[in-house]
């Protein structure tokens, strides 16, 4: 490239995203002057859903500034509790992503989720369509312009992806209230009317139920509730929201 010099600098949370000479701070680039900044931005490896406030000369600028020579430029994280505007706060989470998805949906939390890989097309647009936050580590997939809007997982553990998702977009937790097979919502059932559903040993050792209103699954307080009210009692404790 022969066009101007500028300086930039990222916040430290998005430096995983850029090459290594580029994450000590402010650093020299040279752009082709006619590229916007959202552009040059995308071109050092950040997705734009984790670019905040853009600086230009400590000035907020929009991501359609072309930058001009010797201009700093200031990348930032995006604000958390980060606000998505436009329609009510709900997930797709891609193939990779099954066990995070489970866990929101114990919390209440609306997350659709696709377990079989339909490809990065289908996926953002099913994210335009519903206007889902489409959740993901594929940072490609994020690049796409068609999404609605999307976020990076940063981690690869669940324990950590949830911390991740509910620190960034505060979504209202309502635990126990959501199919964490199929998404739907769960219902009050009647020992008798889900008697068919049940093995032989689940209807002596237990007369509290719930069944999802769309695939008919029916829950009970079994041997794995332990564990999951710890994830549930961990993320009230930390996020809101009622335990109960």
């Not at 230009?56 to 930058?67: T, Y």
């Not at 489970?102 to 079989?116: K, M």
């Not at 209202?172 to 032989?200: F, I, M, Q, Y």
Request: charge should be negative; hydrophobic fraction near 40%.
């Amino acid at each position: 490239m022969n066009g101007p010099e500028i300086t930039l600098e990222v916040a430290p949370e998005l430096r995983l995203f850029v090459p290594h000479d580029r994450r000590r701070g402010a650093t020299p680039l040279t752009t082709d002057g006619a590229s916007t900044l959202g552009h040059v931005i995308e071109s050092l490896g950040i997705p734009l859903t984790e670019a905040g406030e853009l600086l230009v000369n400590g000035a907020p600028a929009h991501r359609s500034h072309i930058p001009g020579p010797g201009e700093h430029i200031a990348v930032q994280a995006v604000e958390r509790p980060q606000q998505v505007p436009g329609a009510p706060l709900r997930f797709l989470l891609d193939v990779h992503l099954g066990t995070l998805a489970r866990r929101l949906r114990l919390l209440g939390v609306d997350a659709a989720y696709e377990s079989e890989d339909i490809g990065d097309p289908a996926l953002a647009a099913l994210s335009a369509r519903e206007r889902r936050v489409l959740l993901s580590r594929d940072r490609g997939l994020l690049r796409r312009r068609e999404i609605w809007a999307g976020a990076y997982v940063y981690s690869d553990r669940p324990q950590e992806q949830l911390r991740d998702i509910l620190g960034r977009f505060a979504p209202a937790l309502a635990p126990w209230t959501r199919c964490t097979a199929c998404n739907g919502t769960l219902a009050g059932a009647d020992k008798d009317a889900v008697s068919d559903l049940l093995e032989h040993g689940t209807q002596q050792a237990y007369d509290v139920f719930a069944q999802c209103t769309e695939c008919a699954r029916v829950y009970w307080r079994g041997a794995h509730h332990g564990h999951l009210e710890t994830i549930v009692a961990d993320a009230v404790r930390e996020f809101g929201g009622a335990a109960a």
